[in-house]
């Protein structure tokens, strides 16, 4: 999940923020352990993230990995801010 599901939209174009909670919802009602994060770094703001865990946690996601944006020429992002390190 990337932060926020308003957010979702600006940064995924393949699927919807939905789509990725259905997905979701499937793989557990299969049998499956999901493990399911998202990247920050992506210009969200600190209450974006807590929503994020907490859809995570409503979603009874165990394993959340978090990914940092990397900024470089040529990314589609690369004029958003610097994450800080402590953040």
Do not use: W
């Amino acid at each position: 999940l990337k932060p926020r599901k308003i957010f979702f939209a600006k940064i995924c174009t393949t699927h919807t923020y939905s789509d990725k909670k259905a997905v979701i919802r499937d793989a557990q009602r299969a049998g499956l352990e999901v493990c399911s994060g998202g990247i920050i770094g992506l210009g969200e703001s600190m209450e974006d993230r807590i929503d994020m865990a907490f859809t995570l946690k409503q979603l009874g996601v165990r394993s959340v990995p978090l990914n940092v944006l990397i900024r470089f020429l040529g990314r589609l992002l690369k004029e958003t801010a610097a994450l800080h390190m402590m953040k």
